[in-house]
Nanobody
Framework: QVQLVESGGGLVQAGGSLRLSCAAS????????MVWFRQAPGKEREFVAG????????YYADSVKGRFTISRENAKNTVYLQMISLKPEDTAVYYC?????????????????WGKGTLVTVSS
């Protein structure tokens, strides 16, 4: 049984930082693309950052480029999202996802497994 469990969300002031973690179990972690998505109130879920299983770089949404960093520790079956210079518009539920597809990791329908999400609230 595959499980993805996010942690690290919370309330932070604008300009602050948070580090999200996603612990995976029940899958061969090193073979999966690991991706963070988010969904703000009243909006559709959107891609945030991705780490391909191949290690061939990392990918970011333009809105978070330069502020967020995705990293993974295959030995710990964990992916992280370091977020700095947070803005109120970063407020959302952040989801961790895992996918095997070689198709775009920016597209949520290509993900195979999802966590339940962790809420990040950035106050102004």
């Amino acid at each position: 049984q595959v499980q993805l469990v996010e942690s690290g969300g919370g309330l932070v002031q604008a300009g602050g930082s948070l580090r999200l973690s996603c612990a995976a179990s029940g899958l061969t972690f090193s073979r999966y693309n690991m991706v963070w998505f988010r969904q703000a109130p009243g909006k559709e879920r959107e891609f945030v950052a991705g780490s391909p299983w191949s290690g061939s770089g990392t990918y970011y949404a333009d809105s978070v480029k330069g502020r967020f960093t995705i990293s993974r520790e295959n030995a710990k079956n964990t992916v992280y999202l370091q977020m700095i210079s947070l803005k109120p518009e970063d407020t959302a539920v952040y989801y961790c996802a895992a996918g095997l597809s070689s198709r775009s990791i920016r597209v949520d329908r290509y993900m195979d497994y999802w966590g339940k999400g962790t809420l990040v609230t950035v106050s102004s």
